[in-house]
């Protein structure tokens, strides 16, 4: 099939947007690289503490005005934004697809999952109502308030470049904040063209600003004194690191960190139904998505030993059947199925677990280091096919580590509650899914698994908008989470008024 | 490609294309037969509709959680494609006998990827269902143009 129109020709170089205006940045530059092709397809710049210290400074003198234009207005801004991104939907989703490496599929369905963010902060005049009651006393009313309190900074990962800032912008800038954003320098551009449609929506000169870089940027975001919040998605020791930080300078945080999910099967599931939506589960995003499943485990429950063996084999069989035609190449082309992985030090360490996982008794059912590429001309450099171990236990590197990379797991379990020990035993709660026509398997893996965000026969557990993006254990530091009705908590101060007149 | 799973993306792309074409083979046959410009023009802002509606169907509709990518096996779009050139000062049978054999493909390929996509959001068949329907209209429209067999 055709490769789809590229819309980024040549190489942008990029610019911070700090206060409304387009500025240099006196930082180095770096490569953005398409992992596809190997191209150079812009320069973003590692932004310095007095750059992210200037769009701080241009943010919290944008509030107080923000914060006072009337929440019907800012939610116009935002329905206005809306419109720009629907305008601009393809064109936005193949910018992602030649940062990232994602399939033009995923990439549009990044950008419906962003726009859906934006959407239901436009209800923002009902989500940030606060509450009241009168006579708590004799003649005493109480009225409780929901007050923005300036300054949010948001640290972008990655493998959700358009997506994941819109967790939290959308809320933070309707609640009457502004924002800081630092998207990802491996994938900077689709917050790039973001900025430059909030910009045409007409949201005001400081409110919503863009510095890109690495840790410089980020550090000067996290001990600036202004910025009243930090929003964070990537690694959990980085994420640890960051609640500590802001913990100690008293800033609220929002960290949704690592994951090793678990997908468990049980006799009674529909295989067919099962392994097609396994296969985006696993290797969705090219497995670089912390959704994403990765141990799969066939539980025996009620089967004696012979007849887990046939499940076993059963389901197997057909996940690396369907995961063995997946096609693999750019993301660009429609006929592709699994992009590349980002870059080639991803790559290197994908191997290198898969080495691991031989090396560790484990069976190589599919190996994806040797696979058919759609588009023979394309350097190999951060491709890699799906690839399935068996006879993998729980203990096994494979298992226990994140590994973000299209790798799969096979585990048995003899009955559920072994299965539920397994996700129990592991240090991530991020997400954790159910396969079974089973409503009273269903009702307890959801009612005591420890993850926040529980698929029952759904392979990607994604809340959405309206949802809290949930995590537990070692996915996530924080107390509220991103999106919908908690975002709003996280975005504003409750402030309560006991009032009596004479 | 796998050989039998097509991406929703290609599946869209295809609907696109057909009824771009489509759109472009009746207004071709508005030109050629005055007579009849009426009901090919409304054809043609049919075709246009049609495609806007499947393509808002989808954008509105896919999500990283679904099976994009995995959900349309047993799909072959070489099975949908026609011969779309008109010969030379054809005859309103001729013209018409092939727009049918077009519109009876469009059926096919709506009625197809609506039953392969049964298992994404209820959006994504219907919008495939409504647009097999209105083919379906379209080829039966046709029929009524055709002149007695002599």
């Given amino acids: 099939m055709a490769i789809l129109k590229e819309p980024i020709r040549g190489v942008l170089d990029l610019q911070n947007y700090i206060d409304g205006e387009w500025v240099d940045s006196t930082g180095e530059l770096q490569d953005i690289v398409n992992p596809a092709t190997m191209t150079t397809i812009g320069h973003v710049p590692m932004s ?16 107080p005005e923000w914060r006072r234009t009337p929440p019907l207005a800012r939610a116009r801004c935002l329905f206005r934004l809306k419109e720009l991104l629907e305008d601009s939907f393809e064109e936005l989703s193949r910018i992602q697809t030649m940062e990232h490496g994602k399939t033009i599929d995923e990439s549009r369905g990044e950008t419906r999952r962003g726009i859906e963010m934006v959407e239901v902060a436009t209800g923002i005049p009902n989500l940030m109502m606060g509450a009241n009651l009168e006579d708590v006393a004799a003649g005493i009313d109480e009225t409780l308030i929901r007050q923005p309190l300036g300054v949010f900074g948001i640290i972008a990962p990655f493998n959700f470049p358009f997506m994941v800032p819109l967790w939290f912008a959308p809320f933070a800038v309707a609640t009457g904040n502004c924002v800081v954003v630092k998207p990802s320098p491996r994938a900077p551009l689709s917050q790039s063209r973001i900025a430059e449609l909030a910009e045409e929506a007409g949201i005001p000169e400081g409110v919503w600003s863009v510095v890109h870089g690495d840790q410089e940027a980020a550090s000067a975001m996290m001990a600036h004194p202004d910025v009243k919040g930090v929003c964070f998605v990537g690694s959990t020791p980085v994420g640890r690191e960051i609640y500590r930080r802001c913990g100690a300078t008293g800033k609220r945080v929002i960290a949704q960190c690592g994951a090793k999910n678990f997908a468990v099967v049980m006799p009674d599931a529909d295989i067919d139904m099962t392994v097609a939506s396994l296969m985006t589960s696993f290797f969705g995003n090219t497995g670089q998505r912390c959704l994403a499943n990765a141990n799969l485990v ?34 660009l082309d429609e006929a592709v199925q699994m992009g590349p992985i980002k870059d080639p030090s991803s790559k290197e360490r994908v191997l290198g677990y898969i080495q691991k996982g031989i090396e560790e008794g484990a069976t190589l059912r599919l190996d994806g280091r040797t696979f058919d590429l759609v588009g023979n001309e394309l350097p190999r450099d951060c491709f890699i096919g799906p690839t399935v171990f068996e006879d993998v ?16 797991a096979m585990i048995r379990a003899r009955s559920f509650d072994e299965a539920l020990s397994m996700i129990d035993a592991n240090p991530y ?72 007149w004479f | 490609m796998n050989g039998s799973t097509l991406t929703a993306s290609a599946i869209v792309s295809f609907s696109q294309d057909l009824e771009l074409r489509l759109a472009t083979f009746y207004k071709e046959l508005e030109q050629r037969f005055p007579e009849h410009a009426e009901l090919f023009h409304s054809f043609v802002l049919s075709c ?57 493909s469009a059926v096919a390929f709506y009625s197809d990827v609506a039953g392969a996509s049964e298992s994404l959001l209820a959006t994504i068949p219907r919008a495939f269902k409504r647009a097999g329907r209105t083919h379906q209209r379209r080829r039966e429209a046709l029929e009524a143009l055709l002149p007695d067999p002599v």
């Fill in chain 1, 393 to 408: 236990t729980p203990e096994m590197t494979l298992a226990q580590d994140e590994i973000f990379g299209p790798v799969a």
């Fill in chain 1, 298 to 331: 066939v539980v025996g429950e009620g089967l004696s030993a012979s007849e887990h063996d046939a499940f076993y084999r059963r389901v197997v069989d057909a996940f690396v059947s369907m995961a063995s035609r997946i096609t693999v190449g750019y993301g």
């Fill in chain 2, 48 to 104: 246009e509709k049609t495609g806007k509606q499947v393509v808002r169907t989808y954008q509105e509709t896919v999500s990283d959680a679904l099976e994009t990518g995995y959900s349309f096996g047993g799909i072959s779009l070489e099975a949908y494609r026609l011969d779309w050139d008109l010969p030379e000062a054809p005859s309103l049978r001729e013209a018409v006998e092939m727009a049918q054999a077009l519109e009876t």
């Fill in chain 1, 48 to 63: 310095t503490a007095d750059e992210m210290a200037a769009a701080v400074a241009a943010a919290q003198a944008a509030f």
């Fill in chain 1, 429 to 500: 709660g991020n997400a954790a899914s159910i396969f079974t026509s089973s409503g009273r398997w269903a009702r307890e893996f959801r009612y005591r698994v420890a993850c926040g965000n529980i698929g029952v026969n759904v392979g990607i557990a994604a809340p959405m908008a309206f949802f809290p993006f949930s995590g537990m254990k070692d996915s996530f530091f924080g107390v509220l989470h991103g999106q919908g009705q908690e975002a709003v908590r996280f975005f504003t101060e409750s402030k309560v008024v006991i009032e009596r």
